[in-house]
């Protein structure tokens, strides 16, 4: 039997421990290689035959969207699948038109997985049915509401706006980990990711959009 060759792509080494197990449990998948950010897996892409590459999206030095990008303009074969944490619609949809053909949310790391893999590695797209409700969702209110022009707070998920609430309220990385009970190395992730979004540089410009929405209270 062909056995499909997967790298994988996460910067927690307990996950990509616990999903190699899983996956070469079944009689049809290998994985011949694993990375712990963009950066490393561009590499392994480059010197491994591997059909498909399940990526996360936040990993430090390049993340996972700058990394499905590079392997497109690269015109690498591998075909890419989404294995995230984020549940938001905009991470989705970014996912997938920048080149990914299937996007599976960590906790569905069951028989889900197993089936994206064998969708993907065929070429074919895969989201769960509750995604898929999320982007037809999504692509008819925007025809119906055809809105202009698109607040770039309004990219930012959840988790992102509460990064951006205590850092502008004078938080450290430090401090922010601990309210939010993850890393430091996750909220650096975090906030570099919500300033490429609201195109910020300084962090004058973030208090901006946090008094802009009532994140900070406005000084009398």
Known sequence: MYKIKVILADDHSVLRTGLKLLLNNEPD???????????TALELLTTLS????ILDLSMPNMGGLECIKEIKSRKLSTKILVLSMFEDENYIKEAMQSGALG??????VDTELFDAVRVVAKG??????KNSQLLLNSFLTGRETETPATDPYTLLS??????LKLIVRGYSMTQIGDCLCISVKTVDTYKTRMMEKLN??????????????GLLPVQS
Not at 50 to 53: I, P, Q, R, Y
Not at 103 to 108: C, G, L, N, P
């Open 29 to 39: 998948f290998k994985v011949v290689g694993e990375a712990s950010d963009g950066d």
């Open 50 to 53: 591997a059909d498909v590459l």
């Open 103 to 108: 996007y599976v949310e960590k906790h569905a």
């Open 124 to 129: 074919k797209r895969y989201l769960s049915p």
């Open 158 to 163: 959840s988790r992102e706006r509460e990064v």
């Open 200 to 213: 910020c540089t300084q962090k004058s410009q973030l208090v901006e959009y946090a008094l802009k929405h």
